[in-house]
């Protein structure tokens, strides 16, 4: 089994500074990709940044420069540092692991529960 768990999230002003954190446990042989998304009522997820283990991360246009991903793959963890935050950015945010698991479990997608970030004018 996997569990994705995240940290973070909050309230901050227009122009503050958010760190989303998310560590990834259990029985897990290999993480290809880990990534951010987010989603607000009644719309669709939608990508805000994702790592491969090696690579490049990629991010979506409204957060570059001001969003940055990393990932410590000895921690199983991925990070997301958020400056510049606007109202905009007001969503809940969920981490995103596609992985392998261990004892020929295969790869599969999986999410942690989701953190809010609320962002104030």
């Known amino acids: 089994q996997v569990q994705l768990v995240e940290s973070g999230g909050g309230l901050v002003r227009a122009g503050g500074s958010l760190r989303l954190s998310c560590a990834a446990s259990?029985?897990?042989?290999?993480?290809?990709?880990m990534g951010w998304y987010r989603q607000a009522p009644g719309n669709q997820r939608e990508l805000v940044a994702k790592?491969?283990?090696?690579?490049?991360?990629n991010y979506a246009d409204s957060v570059k420069g001001r969003f940055t991903i990393s990932r410590d793959n000895a921690k199983n963890t991925v990070y997301l540092q958020m400056n510049s935050l606007n109202p905009e950015d007001t969503d809940v945010y969920y981490c995103?692991?596609?992985?392998?698991?261990?004892?020929?479990?295969?790869?599969?997608?999986?999410w942690g529960q989701g953190t809010q970030v609320t962002v104030s004018s």
């Open positions: 259990g029985n897990i042989f290999s993480i290809i990709t």
């Open positions: 995103n692991a596609d992985l392998v698991t261990a004892n020929f479990g295969g790869r599969n997608e999986y």
């Open positions: 790592i491969p283990s090696v690579g490049s991360a």
